[in-house]
């Protein structure tokens, strides 16, 4: 009873969360990490539950997995050079200037992964909101995938540093790792060149008429294999969920009722779980005795939205032809709710933040998740271009 009572509570929370979201107007997963917040202060959920962080774990993977369907590479590798160019002139913008934070703030180095970093999970949420044709958002759309695909790399690299320091053990595990893309690369290579010779074979794996869960069961199959592969590398798990998301969108696009399917399983308990259990390692009488933690959210947010203004204004403010859709753009680049946590996270992990910097990253994301979203909508609603 001990065991699943913690389990029974994070369920409740699970499903209260939507109404909460719908009745104030917050982005669920805002609302999921305040329900945690409030579970983990009631002490109703332990955070170190040695099963509740094997679940929490298993979500974040998830989410990871949920991230990589993002990314067909198919379209990645259709995109227009000069749109490539573009978007890694603003790459390099964007570390740049949080390599220039980091140094004159005497930041973390944890920092030059943090300030950039970026998420789908919001951008694709203000696409249900506005649609996918307005400009700004078509591009922070793109801009995102690419991102997302940087901040792993960035994230694995920083997770390599911390882990072996900078030394040949680091340039060990980075020549596992470039192999390690090599050897997928060529899986792909390979997998177009069967999949052209043999076309029956992808519904051998996922037929189109499934009465027995096949798909469900092959997508476990591919999801468990490439997190225990990259285990086995001794590389980031959360590298081999986003990997087995990619080769699924990008090979079995045909099963449409499937990435679906995928998201009510994630969305609906995995994923949710995670945050829950993110709001419940957030220690509140730590926050009551240092309310400056607030103060060094809300310094991040800003220093988040600022670099990103910078550098969409020198990257594409031309593109726009007004600043208005620039600034929609930066503010909807900078709502990395779920990479913020996950950077988080890694860097409490390290040792690198304390539970004071920890605390101010996750409140930093609940800021960006619920005032960034509410000046979008004043800012798409002004009708004046400036």
């Known amino acids: 009873m001990e065991l699943l009572l913690p389990f029974a509570i994070v369920a409740i929370l699970i499903v209260l969360a939507t109404p909460l979201s719908n009745l104030t107007k917050i982005p669920i997963v805002v609302a999921e990490i305040l329900l945690g917040i409030f579970a983990g202060y009631f002490d109703l959920v332990n955070p170190q539950d040695t099963y509740i962080m094997i ?102 690299t920083m997770e390599g540093a911390y882990k072996y320091g900078f030394n040949w053990q680091l340039g060990e595990s980075l020549l ?6 090599i050897c997928v ?38 999801f468990v294999l490439f997190i225990v592969l990259t285990t086995a590398l001794s590389l980031e798990k959360v590298l081999g969920a986003f ?3 990619v080769i699924l969108a990008t090979y079995f696009k045909y099963k449409h009722t499937l990435p679906e ?68 753009f930066a503010l909807s680049d900078c709502m990395p709710l779920t990479f913020l946590v996950i950077v988080a996270s890694m860097g409490q992990k390290f040792g690198v933040l304390g539970d004071a910097l920890y605390i101010s990253c996750i409140f930093g994301a609940l800021f960006e998740g619920i005032f960034f979203s509410l000046i979008i909508k004043g800012l798409f609603n002004l009708k004046k271009e400036f």
Not at 126 to 131: C, K, M, P, T, V
């Open 176 to 181: 596992m790792l470039s192999v390690f893309l």
């Open 261 to 328: 399917k995928l998201n009510d399983l994630g969305f609906g308990f995995f994923v949710p779980f995670f945050f829950i259990y993110v709001g419940t390692t957030i220690d509140i009488p730590i926050v009551v005795e240092n309310p400056h933690i607030l103060l060094h959210a809300l310094y991040l947010v800003l220093g988040m939205l600022s670099i990103r203004i910078c550098a969409a204004s020198v990257v594409f403010l031309r593109y726009f032809k007004n600043f208005k859709h620039t600034l929609l």
């Open 185 to 222: 690369v060529g899986v792909f290579k390979l997998a177009n060149i069967l999949f052209w010779w043999f076309p029956n074979l992808k519904l051998l794996l996922l037929p189109h008429d499934d009465t027995n869960s096949q798909d469900i069961r092959f997508v476990i199959l591919l």
């Open 55 to 156: 679940v929490a774990n298993t979500g974040l993977l998830f989410l990871m997995f949920l991230c990589g369907m993002e990314v067909d590479l198919r379209n990645f590798l259709a995109m227009d050079r000069q749109f490539l160019y573009r978007a890694g002139a603003y790459f390099v913008m964007l570390y740049g200037l949080s390599a220039l934070c980091v140094v004159a703030l005497a930041l973390p180095i944890i920092f030059l992964a943090l300030l950039p970093v970026m998420s789908l999970g919001m951008i694709m949420a203000l696409i249900r909101d506005y649609g996918k044709d307005k400009p700004w958002l078509n591009l922070a759309l793109k801009i995102g995938i690419l991102g997302e695909v940087v901040s792993i790399a960035v994230l694995i």
């Open 243 to 245: 990997i087995a998301g």
